[in-house]
Structures are given as structure tokens and as C-alpha cells.
């Protein structure tokens, strides 16, 4: 079994090992209850450690594809079962565009998902900084946090932004659990029903959900490859004069396009004009390859609330995000949270404030953004072989958002289904509900080769020119 380890890689070589094993499985159909060759044997073929592959597989069998057997050492386990929904989904199936995120295990591959998959979850510096909190720091185990949370995370999240020219400090900086719950935040202290706000269309579907909720009127403006659209977007602010304007900043979801230095320069100047309140969602600005040009970095007037996770690159089930905002407004936001929540977790602060102060995280989103940027010059590469359209060509992040040559949607999505496959709603990403022919492509799936085999089979039917 060749595993074609990269020593050079950032890839840590047992995360390369996992990776590889679970290629083998899947790729060559390995039936359940099959023996691996022994360890020894894998690590000689592969010049590596035993230590290292057993390392490996010992991941595996937590994650539940191997298991172990005394005296025949690892064998592949049976493939997951197709569970039932989750019994305390049921009641919300197909109402909220999160459903599908959260949604138990299908079996199928989430082509459209949108986080990292398992398997690229890196659960060593983690699970050593959640044991040294849990050791050496009582108060982050058992006590609560501060209403703008740990100040030794805020200080650590100041200094990343610096990196990207955001001028902030950290009195002016409040964690969050995650990015959602920051955008809950600005939303119940900042508008009420009947208001109007712009958004992005396409844009993060549960963002469509939270201001419909409050019965916030949404005002659509065509995302393009550089940002919104700001002719459509200044036409908006002309007629309506809405209070505010929710944007992706950079790697958007679900388009994967960033704003570009002159659409940045003009939506500031906009907001002056038009007294916008602007809120930039940047969850994916870890996945960045290179600086960029942030609302935040470009704003001397406090118009810009500026968002930010830690979902995307180190856990989504850590719960970390955070918001950086005028001093005013903080206090606000700081009073909903208190009031509503009493804080975040202490201890998820005080893990990751580890893990950024020790280097781990920035060493952890390096290795992402050098693997995502392999697999999506071949995803890209895979799409233009079957001839899909892509929506600009994304540099960093996690999406491509594109279309098949095929036009009918009813057959491309029985194509999914039949290579296991499951792509997202048509509805999923419009303000309005509307279903449209394009598919957000998450680039750590589309090197699976169920992936493969679909877009090959969308390329099926070309026109007879071609
Ligand atoms: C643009 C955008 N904003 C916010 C979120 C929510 O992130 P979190 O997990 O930090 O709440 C997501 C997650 O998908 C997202 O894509």
C-alpha cells in the first residue's frame, strides 16, 4: 500500500497517513472486516515510524473506521450506518437554511458543506491545550468569563488583526460564541421590526433567517466577483435609505470572491454618505492567502462592526467568534450578551488563547491554507475538464461557487445522488428563497472521488456543436 507521504508538506506526516489510509479505503472499495497489512509492513513500505502509523490508525479507529481486534490488529470497520434524522431535527426539516449543516451524518458526501470536513480537523494541539486549561488554570474550568470575555484572547485577537491592517484594541473587541451569535447580537440591539437592512445575494442563508425572524425587511444587491455590486448597491441606499449593509468581506460565502480595494474604497465612501452602518462578516479571513482589503481597516468613523470566527479553521464546536466595534455600541452588545447569556465560555477563551500565544494556531491555518490551495487548483482544474462555469476564480477560502454546462437541475441532482453525493438546497443562498443552478463547492470535497465521478457525469450531455 503506497500512501505517497509528502515529507516537505505542511501536513503533519500522521495527519498524511490518515488521509492516505482513508483514501485506500474508500478509493479501492476495502470491504468491512478487511485486515490492514500490519503495521509493520505499512510503515516499511512507506519509510515510516511504526510508531507513526499506529499513531494513525489509532485516530482512525476514534473516528470510527477502523476498529481493533486483540491478535489481528486493525481491521476496517463497517461503513456508518445511514442513521435516521436526528429525532430533534425533525421538527425544523427543510425550514432553516442550518438544517443541513447540522443534520446527522447522511453517509453521503456534503459536497456543498461549509466548514472543513473530519477528516481535516486536527485534534492534537487542541485536545493538549484543552488538558493544560483543565490542569493549570481553575478559574477558566469553573468560573465565568468577563462581559467582553478573556482579556488574554482579546489581546491575541488584536494582534491578528494588526496583521491585517485593523487598527483595533482590545477594549474595543468583545467575544462571542462564534460568528452567529455576534451577529444575533447586533441584530437585537440595533434594529427593530420594520426596518430595512441590504443584503448580498447570494449570501450566508442563517444571516436571511436571524433578520427574518425580527421581521428586519432584507433589500437584495447582486454580489459580483469583486464584492457587491455598488452601482445596484448605491441605487439601493438612494431609494430606500436603509439603516445598515451585512457583507463578506473576503472568501464570501457562498461565492468564495473577495472584495476588491476600489468596491472597499467605494462602499466606505457609500456608508458615509448614506450613514450606513456596515457589518462585515470575515469568518474565512484565516483561509486568506495574503492581506486583502478589509471595510474595517479602511473606516475612521465607527460605521464598520467587524465580525470574525475560529469555526472555520480550529472547531466549530469550540464556539469562539468575536466582534470589534465602537466603544459605545460595545457596551450595548456587552449588556444584550450579559443579560441574555451571562458570557461565552471561559474555558473555550482560555483555550484558544493558549493555542494562539503558543503559535499553534497560526502554524494550524497555515497548513489548512497550503492544502486548500492544492486541492482548489485541482478542483478548479476538475471543473473545467467537465466544463462547469465558475463564478471568479477563487485564491483562498473554502468555496467555489459554480454551474453545471447541464441545465437541467433535475438530472444533476440524481447525479449527486447517484455517486453518494449531496449538494445544496437550490434555495439555500437567496434572500428570497429563489432556486438558481449554481452550487457552492466546498474544495476540501471535491478532491473525494465521488466528487470526481460527479462532475464528470454533469459533463455528459453537451450540445451537439461541441
Ligand atoms: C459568512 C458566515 N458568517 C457566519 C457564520 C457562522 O459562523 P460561526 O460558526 O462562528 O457562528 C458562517 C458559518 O457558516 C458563515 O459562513
Known amino acids: 500500500m503506497e500512501l505517497r507521504i509528502d515529507r516537505q508538506a505542511m501536513v503533519p506526516v500522521v495527519q498524511q497517513v490518515v488521509d492516505g489510509l482513508t483514501d485506500w479505503i474508500v478509493q479501492s472499495g476495502v470491504p468491512p472486516a478487511t485486515r490492514l497489512p500490519s503495521v509493520r509492513q505499512i510503515a516499511r513500505g512507506n519509510l ?3 510508531s507513526c502509523v499506529v499513531e494513525a490508525c489509532e485516530r482512525l479507529v476514534s473516528q470510527g473506521v477502523l476498529t481493533t481486534r486483540q491478535g489481528s490488529g486493525f481491521i476496517v470497520a463497517a461503513p ?3 442513521r435516521d434524522a436526528d429525532p430533534e431535527l425533525a421538527g425544523f426539516e427543510g425550514r432553516h437554511a442550518w438544517c443541513s449543516e447540522i443534520s446527522a451524518a447522511s453517509g453521503r458526501l456534503k459536497l456543498g458543506q461549509g466548514s472543513l470536513p473530519s477528516s481535516w480537523r486536527e485534534p492534537d494541539d487542541l485536545s493538549y491545550a484543552l488538558r493544560e486549561v483543565a490542569r493549570t488554570d481553575m478559574d477558566s474550568l469553573f468560573n465565568y ?9 482579546r489581546e491575541q485577537i488584536v494582534r491578528r488583526l494588526k496583521v491585517l491592517n485593523i487598527a483595533a484594541c482590545s477594549s474595543r ?3 462571542t460564541s462564534g460568528a452567529s451569535h455576534a451577529l444575533d447580537l447586533i441584530v437585537r440591539t440595533l434594529f427593530k421590526a420594520g426596518d430595512c437592512v441590504v443584503v448580498e445575494t447570494p449570501g450566508h442563508a442563517p444571516l436571511f433567517d436571524l433578520l427574518r425572524m425580527h421581521g428586519i425587511r432584507m433589500l437584495e444587491v447582486r454580489r459580483t466577483s469583486n464584492g457587491p ?20 468581506s473576503h472568501h464570501h460565502n457562498p ?3 473577495c472584495l476588491t480595494p476600489a468596491v472597499a474604497q467605494r462602499i466606505v465612501q457609500l456608508s458615509k454618505r448614506y450613514d450606513l452602518q456596515v457589518i462585515e462578516d470575515d469568518v474565512y479571513a484565516d483561509l486568506h492567502t495574503g492581506n486583502g482589503t478589509r471595510l474595517a481597516a479602511l473606516d475612521h468613523e465607527g460605521r464598520v462592526i467587524y465580525v470574525g470566527s475560529f469555526s472555520k479553521t480550529l472547531s466549530s464546536s469550540l464556539r469562539v467568534g468575536f466582534v470589534l466595534a465602537d466603544s459605545h455600541l460595545l457596551t ?7 443579560i441574555s447569556g451571562m458570557g461565552c465560555s471561559r474555558l473555550a477563551e482560555a483555550v484558544l488563547a493558549r493555542l494562539m500565544a503558543t503559535g499553534a494556531y497560526r502554524k494550524l491555518v497555515q497548513r489548512q491554507r497550503q492544502r486548500l490551495n492544492a486541492d482548489r487548483a485541482a478542483a478548479l482544474q476538475a471543473l473545467e475538464d467537465a466544463e462547469w462555469e465558475v463564478f471568479g476564480k477563487p485564491v483562498g477560502g473554502l468555496f467555489i461557487w459554480a454551474r453545471a454546462r447541464l441545465k437541467d437541475q433535475a438530472l444533476v441532482r440524481s447525479q ?3 455517486c453518494g453525493l449531496e449538494l445544496s438546497a437550490a434555495d439555500a443562498f437567496s434572500p428570497s428563497g429563489e432556486a438558481g443552478d449554481w452550487h457552492r463547492i466546498n474544495v476540501a470535497c471535491a478532491c473525494d472521488p465521488r466528487a470526481r465521478q460527479f462532475l464528470r457525469n454533469t459533463c455528459a450531455d453537451r450540445p451537439p456543436a461541441f
Open 145 to 153: 468569563s468577563s462581559p467582553l470575555g478573556l482579556p488574554a484572547l
Open 255 to 257: 461565492t468564495g470572491s
Open 416 to 418: 449527486a445522488q447517484h
Open 229 to 248: 455590486d455598488v452601482e445596484m448597491l448605491e441605487s439601493v441606499l438612494r431609494q430606500f435609505r436603509p439603516g445598515a449593509l451585512f457583507i463578506g
Open 80 to 82: 456508518p450506518t445511514l
Open 173 to 175: 473587541l468583545m467575544s
Open 48 to 50: 515510516l515510524s511504526q
Open 332 to 338: 450595548r452588545l456587552a449588556e444584550v450578551k450579559m
